[in-house]
Each structure stands twice: as C-alpha cells, then as structure tokens.
C-alpha cells in the first residue's frame, strides 16, 4: 500500500492527479487530508476532501494518530506528500508527530522506507532549506513542484502529468505521461 497525504500547499491537483493515475494502475492507496488542505482544495479545484474517498482504498482523518498508517507495524511500501507544506516539512525534520501525516512520515523514517515530498513555496527561507537537508540526509527524497519544458507541454496537464510522472519514476511505477528526453514518439 502506498500512503499519499495531501496538506495545505497550492498545488493541489498534483495530489488529486496522483490519486487518479495510482487508481487507475490498480495500485492501493491510503489518503490523508489535512484541514488546510481541506480548504485550499476547495477554493483551488472547486470540490470537497469527501469526493477524494472515491479515489483511495483507505482514508484516515488528519487528527487520527491512531489509525493503521501510523505505527510501524502498518506495512506500507512508500509515502508521498504531495503538495507539501513548509509546516509539515518542519514537523517532520524535527520529529514533531503530532498528526497523522507528520507520524506517517516519522513511521518511514525511522523503518527505512521511501519518504517522498513535493514542497510547494516559493521563495525559501533558510529554515525551509535547512528542515529539508536534513529530511534528505536521513533518506526522504525532496521533489519539488518544478515542472520542467523540455517535454514542450501545451496545457496545464502536461505540467502536472510531468511531475506525477517523476513521482512514479521514483516509486519504481512505469508510465506514459511525460515524454522523456530524446523519447521517440511511439
Ligand atoms: C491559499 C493558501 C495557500 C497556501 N500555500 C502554501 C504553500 O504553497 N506552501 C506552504 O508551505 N504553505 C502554504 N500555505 C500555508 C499552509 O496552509 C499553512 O502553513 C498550514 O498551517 C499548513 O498546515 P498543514 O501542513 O497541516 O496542511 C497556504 C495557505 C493558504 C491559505
């Protein structure tokens, strides 16, 4: 099972996308959405977190330390934070487990499992960049919201497709939905 937690970053349909591409691949996902995601995903795409439960096979509330995802005896193969916020990025490079995305984080972690986060801000101040190298040094990956052009996208889903591709390129899931450099068109 693959964790994907949403939190309260712009970006929003990077993580709905990701829900629907990992739906359609068959593969199982367990979703959290925080409160401020709850609120940005509303005033960015228009919908509330309820309609995302058709997209996940399991759904956990934020405020629920409790559920499966957070202990280490929850066997999950890999977690993404997608978009990811600077708060929860501060959380989770200092330890600070006090929801059930920031524990799911710590939980892979300190297993050895593959942590994947997409930050959303711009500019960074030093502590941004700081809480990540240090996330980075203890084996969770950073991969920003920076959609390349190389793959000339035409419409919004390109840039977004490209980023959950490489999403996919980090979890070891073939796809086609970037082009990649000096790909020939089938
Ligand atoms: C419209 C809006 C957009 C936001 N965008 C970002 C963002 O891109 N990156 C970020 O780090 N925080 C952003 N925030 C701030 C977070 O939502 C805020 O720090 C929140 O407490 C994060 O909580 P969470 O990480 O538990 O979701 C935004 C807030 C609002 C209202």
């Not at 799911?104 to 502590?127: I, M, N, Y």
């Amino acid at each position: 099972m693959i964790v994907v937690a949403i939190t309260g970053a712009s970006g929003m349909i990077y993580g709905v996308r990701l829900l629907e591409v990992l739906q359609e691949m068959g593969k199982k996902t367990a979703l959290v959405v925080t409160d401020p995601a709850r609120i940005i995903l509303k005033h960015e795409l228009g919908f509330e977190e309820k309609n995302l439960k058709n997209l996940c096979y399991r759904y956990y509330q934020p405020n629920d330390f409790t559920s499966a995802i957070n202990s280490g005896s929850c066997r999950f193969e890999s977690m993404i934070i997608v978009p990811c916020t600077m708060k929860t990025i501060s959380a989770i490079s200092t330890g600070f487990a006090d929801n059930a995305v920031t524990r799911a984080a710590d939980v892979a972690l300190k297993e050895g499992r593959k942590l994947l986060l997409v930050p959303r801000e711009t500019p960074l101040r030093s502590v941004h960049l700081e809480n990540m190298l240090h996330i980075s040094q203890e084996g969770g990956i950073i991969l920003p919201a920076m959609p390349a052009f190389y793959h000339q996208p035409e419409e919004i889903n390109d840039l977004v497709n490209f980023l959950v591709g490489k999403i996919l390129d980090i979890l070891h899931i073939d796809h086609h939905l970037y082009r990649r450099w000096k790909e020939e068109i089938p």
